[in-house]
């Protein structure tokens, strides 16, 4: 059993200085502190502690307890700096804070272009910006539509140059809807743009860099391999995302299935596959450490060919926090230590975030720390429920115990996320975890042979068996109808809580700490409170939400838990479409759908809610002058009628009108002036977000 008394933090020095870096970088990120306040709190610091050693011995001795506090105040401000860095829009560089619509850019293509259904998408950094036709130097990422063209040749290192405007990545502004321009935020990546042929121009040359294109030159001949071997689509979609993590061939509908099954870490690289590369490397290479002159040599070749993958599975911080985890334990090992695990994860989340501190809110990065950390707590303890002589079933039931010490922690983040909870997730990592590690090491030995066309088929065959039998078992799960807890809600502050309950009540549990004990029901206590008032809040709430869908009308009427919906039924098929821009917002406010709603009537486009009288206008209606006139106070303009707004004015007195999001963008220009003329309220849900009116 791991024992967590004062030696826990002297065995952990890592971790006190990750816990201030992480403080700073998320502070910084709220706050945007200037340049001059950063510096001045380093250089505070740093005074303060090389003062420190200026002080006779036993003066240092006696302020040691003042020492800390500077150092955690240093590594604050570094964490705070490193996100102050990252955030391009503080280079002077950046092309955003000087581009103008007429400018031309230069842009080189970053990454193999990827082909969508209509277009083809490739990520591109921004190299020149061209003004009165002088080219200066600029930096920055875009994302480039391309309409499909068989005459596009693009690749890697490809220089485009395009005068078409830039369009600013902004998000759809639906209630509880995902942060799309925060999220590419911090990969640096501010503007988008479609372009069609003959609206850009490929120069001549590459600019490349000779290492990334060697990765990709070897990455797509992996991709090539598979495709060669595994001609089932959906098998092949998931064998390239286990292996390499390539997952532009992944079906929708699968990964939902492996999400709402619990098991969606598979198809995320992470530190399953890193621990089977490892395993796999240490058999293969056991004969050289019995060589004392080449026994040197091992390590070196383990932590190569661990970051060789790493790199060809695409860098992603997941399997970059797992190969440094690997390479300090391979070092430790070499060197005959033993380092602290704890510790270990603390050095690798150090510089993870010293390379990139916008990982800091990577889901990935997160559960796969809360994963490893919840199994070194809790397997031990969850293992030991049950003595077992028989040894294969010992090591079923160890794997069960891994699978559900690995909960302990990820299910509050995983609620936060994904608001939901796989019930029968024990069922589901029993097979799909040793499975899916056959498969793996399946995949490596078809890349292996796959000099032998004959044999790699064969192979490639034993292999789609395998996935499609592992794809049907999870489908299979997944269609019980108690498989998944769905539309769950919890706010950063429970998360936060429920977190420090449970590490709180497994601290008293292994440690019989009272105060551990105390503090765990306190955060249970908040938590509970805290959710009630939310309940609460919610049966009393009363809304109108008009939400921002392209090209469809979406409406809800929103009382206590419940709501009616008014707008295009086809919207409501699209399983997509209703998942992604209307289902987090009934989450977030906990409402069900209910046909006869209170205090709600409808007679063609008027409806009366609550007292409120809203008009719904998706065609050309004659209105007749009426004395005194009758007040609307909220007209919702959809599709795309023939109205004046003046004229409408006349005919009634209109509080506040809503333009949504099937309204054509040219016809909005318009009524916005008429709008801002006669001083009427409006709202467009395409540019500001859905728009949200309380009634109570």
């Known amino acids: 059993m791991v024992r967590y008394g004062s030696d826990f933090w002297k065995k952990t020095p890592f971790l006190k200085l990750l816990l201030p870096l992480i403080i700073g970088i998320i502070i910084q990120w709220q706050f945007q502190w200037s340049i001059d306040v950063l510096t001045f709190l380093v250089a505070g610091s740093l005074i303060s502690l090389l003062s420190f050693f200026f002080f006779p011995f036993f003066g240092r001795f006696r302020l040691t307890v003042v020492n800390g506090p500077f150092i955690s105040i240093l590594f604050f401000t570094i964490g705070a700096l490193l996100a102050y860095k990252k955030d391009i829009r503080n280079s002077g560089q950046f092309f955003g804070n000087y581009y103008k619509e007429k400018n031309s850019l230069i842009v080189t293509v970053d990454e193999p272009p990827v082909e969508k259904t209509k277009s083809i998408k490739a990520n591109a950094t921004v190299k020149y910006l061209i003004q009165n036709e002088i080219a200066k130097q600029a930096t920055g990422k875009i994302i480039i539509y391309f309409k499909k063209d068989s005459s596009l040749k693009l690749n890697y290192g490809t220089q485009i140059l395009f005068k078409k405007p830039l369009q600013e990545i902004k998000n759809s502004g639906n209630p509880g809807g995902f942060d799309y321009k925060r999220y590419c935020l911090y990969q640096g990546i501010t503007h988008q743009i479609y372009l069609k042929p003959g609206e850009f121009e490929v120069l001549d040359g590459k600019k490349d860099n000779p290492f990334r294109s060697f990765i990709y030159s070897i990455r797509q001949k992996v991709l090539d391999i598979l495709r060669t071997n595994i001609q089932s689509k959906k098998e092949l979609g998931l064998a390239e995302a286990l292996l390499i993590g390539y997952k532009d061939d992944l079906e929708q509908s699968l990964v939902q299935s492996y999400t709402n099954t619990g098991v969606v870490h598979i198809i995320a690289i992470s530190g399953l596959h890193l621990g089977l590369i490892y395993w796999l490397l240490s058999i293969l290479l056991k004969p050289m450490q019995k060589r004392k002159k080449i026994k040197w040599l091992r390590p070196v070749l383990i932590i190569g060919g661990l970051w060789l993958f790493s790199l060809l599975a695409g ?171 769905d539309g769950l809600q919890i706010n950063i502050i429970q998360t936060i809580f429920l977190l420090l309950f449970a590490i709180s009540f497994t601290y008293w549990l292994m440690e019989k700490s009272a105060t551990s004990l105390k503090l765990g029901l306190l955060a249970l206590l908040s938590f509970i409170i805290i959710r009630s008032l939310s309940f609460l809040e919610s049966n009393n709430q009363q809304k109108i939400i008009v939400y921002n869908v392209p090209q469809k009308t979406a409406i809800d009427f929103i009382s206590g838990r419940n709501y009616h919906f008014t707008g295009d039924e086809d919207l409501l098929a699209n399983d997509f479409s209703r998942n992604f821009h209307l289902k987090p917002s009934r989450i977030l406010y906990r409402i069900t759908e209910k046909k006869d709603l209170n205090n709600f009537s409808q007679t063609d486009n008027y409806i009366n809610y609550e007292g409120r009288n809203i008009l719904l206008m998706d065609k050309t209606i004659n209105f007749s002058s009426f004395d005194p006139l009758p007040t609307i106070d909220l007209l919702i303009i959809t599709k795309n009628p023939k109205i004046y707004i003046k004229t409408l004015a006349r005919s009634m007195n209109i509080k506040q009108i809503v333009f949504d999001g099937s309204v054509p963008s040219w016809k909005t220009q318009y009524w916005k002036k008429d709008c801002d003329s006669l001083k009427i309220p409006w709202h467009d849900v395409t540019t500001n977000g859905a728009f949200v009116m309380k009634v109570n």
């Open 315 to 485: 860098a992603q911080p997941s399997i970059l926090r797992s190969a440094l985890m690997f390479t300090c334990i391979v070092i430790g090992d070499s060197l005959s230590k033993k380092p602290s695990i704890f510790n270990t994860m603390a050095v690798s989340a150090f510089i993870l975030l010293c390379i990139n501190p916008y990982w800091l809110w990577d889901v990935g990065f997160q559960l796969s720390y809360a994963a490893v950390l919840s199994i070194i707590i809790f397997m031990r303890p969850v293992y030991n429920w049950f003595y077992i002589k028989n040894k294969l079933l010992d090591l079923i039931w160890k794997l069960n115990a891994v699978t559900i010490a690995a909960q302990v922690l990820t299910v509050p983040l995983s609620i936060y996320h994904f608001h939901q909870f796989p019930n029968l997730f024990m069922l589901t990592n029993f097979l799909a975890v040793p499975l899916s590690s056959v498969i793996l090491l399946g995949e490596i030995f078809l890349c292996a042979i796959s000099i032998i066309p004959p044999v790699a088929l064969l192979f490639g065959k034993l292999l789609t068996g395998l996935i499609w039998f592992m794809n049907t078992y999870i489908e299979r799960i997944e269609s019980i109808s108690f498989s998944l807890w």
